[in-house]
């Protein structure tokens, strides 16, 4: 999809783009440009916050919840942090890349998934956790798997 | 000054400022302690962790190139604890390193083979790292990048952000993935590298080198068919001896001349006559701009005038600040200017084809390699200039045909063009093209040499970051009447650092000079990103007393007094400015902007 710079404009007027605002701020340009960002997003981005392309993608690359490649609708992520990698983060992740089809990191063919390993996201009482998207699921048995990915087909 | 504190280093003791590192500290003691990640040009990084020392009273070992003295300290440098640390940093740091150092272009000149050496690393001892993960980025035609040799020092990082101020690479991603990277990952031809090549002299591995076009030249200088001429800029001269085993600031030229004709250039000139040349077309532009701004009050005609003869400071300018171009003299390098000279009147005085002419610039220089490509520089209807060579590639072939400087007699230039003033010699240095413009332009203005003894502009002389001064024209010829009290101001600066302070005042129209010059690398050319490797503050000074040295003992010192000049401009271009030197010595510039190139 080609970058709406307008809706970047518009959402950089939304906030100041001061170093505390700058995370939400690309969360929400990453949104408007399906999931990921884009070049020409970047380069938009760079130019409305006075900050050189290479600082803008040292930000982005830090953290794995920013894409720079392009990415399905809805973004599975895996823990693969100690914790769940214990209680079998492992398999399932190896389930879902059989169910998707899809290496880890990679997208299904008609743009709908993207499977991803993430650092902790904090339910490690959880554990085995993952995300959906902004929805977060715990204590993920392998046989609840089919049932979850259903919402999202 | 602020307050001294007494440090004990090993039984030595000494005092240094409240505030200055361990480090600096044990340099004072005169006690050796190893370093990857610190360069004394640039920042506190602290990364490397093979400095490591051990402070009495402090638990943990201290990394030295960070900590800061401010209390009275005993350090130890060389006990077990420490020995064994900075070993296994080493073996830490190799790990991650990979690289044949046979095929290496800083084999022999590798910090962190070095480091190595001398700390006894006889085996990996993790893990490490036994085949290539990245491709070698080698798009652009000045700096070619090899990843995987790369250890993290950030040492690019903190030269082209903070010491530049180019913003080129930046820390990628996170952890054990870190990298050191481009914007998304793209080539350095795509984004806004200047070239400079500041990195690739402070780089300790091989991870960053320029883009070596030595076997081109050996290929040319075996053909038959081809007449290969060299011409060599002042800062190689200044800085080949230290390949050699000279100190710094040993002066070669004539040596140089003698192996580069045995190693089978056809003729051997001397880039201080196209100097020469670049001060009468750029010293007659100024006059012109400040004619055209004083008397005719032509809006369109911009002041300062800022020199061009830098390819890097026209890149930075090119991408930094794209609409203010018209500040840039339109006059090409010497380099340039040079190479479209030979390819016409000199190869018409020579009586040899210019199709079969190949010009190679002899330079200090990274980005020369990328002006002498750029598309417009074809003035003469050939490439005026098909090869930049760096110092270190010179060195390397001149080792390569067994030519060792010291064995060599000494040689002088080849004639007809073959000459430059001590004018044209200076160049080298920062300050050296005000000086030298200022040479001749007060002269042609009110007839008399400049107000200063022995010729030597010292204002604009020496490392300070920004050097300003100004001349009062006064008791001047009377085609310069309109001149008569002015006030010429000028400024030097080099780094594109100090060069962007000045720019951000001309941005904000607070900037009031008439003359500025400009060079992106430290301490002008001689600091050039295609010099020997290392560079200190100590090193350029000494390179910059050998170039001064060298203009006081050249008989003409202003580039108008040049008699080769004044024949060219009798015999071949007329007089400066005129139709067929901007057709062959001028230029112009291109608005580049800070973003991704597109192909």
Redesign the interface.
């Known amino acids: 999809m080609s970058v709406n710079l307008e809706r970047i404009r518009e959402i950089f007027s939304d906030y100041s783009p001061e170093k505390g605002n700058f995370m939400v701020l690309l969360h929400d340009v990453q949104k408007a440009c399906g999931n990921w960002l884009p ?1 020409e997003a ?2 938009e981005v ?2 409305l916050a006075k900050m ?7 930000f982005v ?2 953290y794995t919840m920013f894409s ?1 490649q392009p990415r399905g609708k809805h973004i599975i992520r895996v823990c693969k942090d100690g914790p769940c990698a214990v209680k079998g983060s492992l398999m399932l992740a190896d389930l879902l890349m059989k169910e998707l089809d899809v290496d880890m990191g990679e997208t299904t063919d008609d743009n709908h998934f993207t499977l991803e390993e993430t650092a902790c996201i904090g339910t490690c009482t959880a554990s085995p956790a993952m995300m959906i998207d902004d929805e977060v699921y715990g204590n993920v048995a392998p046989e609840s798997l089919n049932s979850i990915l259903k919402k999202y087909r | 000054m602020s307050e001294m504190i007494k440090v004990n280093i090993d039984g030595i003791e000494v005092e240094v400022e409240s505030g200055a590192t361990v480090l600096s500290a044990c340099e004072k003691a005169g006690v050796k302690v190893p370093v990857l990640c610190h360069h004394p040009d640039l920042n506190v990084a602290g990364v490397c962790r093979v400095c490591m020392v051990e402070i009495e009273g402090m638990g943990n070992l201290q990394a030295s190139c960070a900590y800061p003295v401010t209390q009275p300290l005993t350090v130890k440098t060389k006990t077990n604890r420490v020995r064994k640390a900075r070993r296994m940093n080493l073996d830490l740091v190799l790990a991650e390193h990979y690289g044949d150092c046979y095929t290496c272009p800083r084999n022999g000149n590798c910090e962190l083979r070095t480091l190595a050496d001398e700390y006894g690393v006889d085996k990996f001892k993790f893990p490490h790292v036994d085949k290539p993960r990245y491709a070698k980025d080698t798009k652009s035609f000045s700096i070619i990048r090899d990843q995987d040799k790369c250890i993290h020092c950030k040492r690019c990082i903190r030269t082209c952000i903070d010491m530049q101020k180019v913003n080129v690479y930046e820390t990628a991603n996170k952890g054990h993935d870190v990298e050191i990277q481009v914007a998304l990952n793209k080539s350095i031809a795509d984004v806004v590298c200047i070239n400079c090549g500041q990195c690739v002299n402070r780089c300790p591995t091989g991870a960053l080198w320029t883009q070596d076009v030595s076997d081109q030249v050996w290929e040319d200088i075996e053909n038959p068919d081809l007449f290969v001429i060299m011409q060599t800029a002042p800062s190689p001269r200044a800085a080949i001896g230290e390949e050699f085993g000279y100190p710094p600031g040993t002066r070669v030229t004539k040596k140089l001349n003698a192996a580069m004709r045995r190693a089978g250039f056809d003729k051997v000139l001397d880039t201080n006559f196209a100097a020469d040349l670049t001060i009468m077309e750029e010293g007659t532009e100024l006059l012109e701009r400040l004619h055209k701004v004083i008397v005719k009050k032509d809006k369109s005609v911009k002041i300062p005038m800022f020199t061009s003869c830098s390819p890097g400071w026209v890149k930075f300018i090119e991408h930094y600040y794209p609409d203010h171009l018209d500040h840039l003299s339109t006059c090409k390098s010497p380099q340039q200017m040079y190479g479209a000279v030979i390819k016409t009147y000199y190869a018409e005085k020579i009586g040899i084809d210019p199709s079969k002419i190949r010009t190679v610039a002899l330079m200090p220089c990274s980005a020369k390699k990328y002006e002498c490509n750029r598309p417009e520089m074809n003035a003469s209807g050939y490439r005026d200039v098909d090869y930049g060579l760096t110092t270190r590639e010179m060195a390397m072939m001149l080792k390569e045909a067994g030519l060792h400087l010291a064995d060599m007699p000494t040689e002088e230039f080849d004639p007809v063009l073959g000459e430059g003033s001590g004018a044209g010699m200076i160049f080298g240095a920062t300050g050296g093209v005000m000086e030298a413009a200022i040479r001749t332009v007060y002269e042609l203005v009110t007839g008399r040499p400049v107000p200063f003894e022995r010729l030597n502009i010292t204002p604009v002389r020496g490392m300070e970051a920004i050097k300003e001064a100004s001349l009062k024209l006064e008791k001047v010829k009377k085609e310069y009447k309109w001149l008569e009290g002015v006030e010429l101001k000028i400024a030097v600066a080099h780094g594109t650092a100090n060069a962007k302070i000045l720019m951000d005042k001309l941005v904000d129209g607070t900037l009031d000079y008439h003359f500025i010059e400009v060079m992106a690398c430290p301490g002008g050319c001689l600091g050039g990103g295609g010099q020997p490797i290392p560079t200190t503050p100590e090193i350029r000074k000494a390179r910059a007393n050998a170039i001064y040295q060298e203009d006081e003992e050249i008989e003409i010192r202003k580039s108008h007094e040049n008699p080769l000049i004044q024949k060219l401009y009798k015999e071949f271009l007329g007089k400066p400015g005129s139709h067929k030197s901007h057709e062959l010595l001028h230029t112009h510039y291109t608005k580049r902007g800070q973003y991704f190139v597109k192909d």
């Open positions: 070049e970047l380069m760079s130019k050189p392309l290479n600082k803008v993608y040292g690359s830090f720079t």
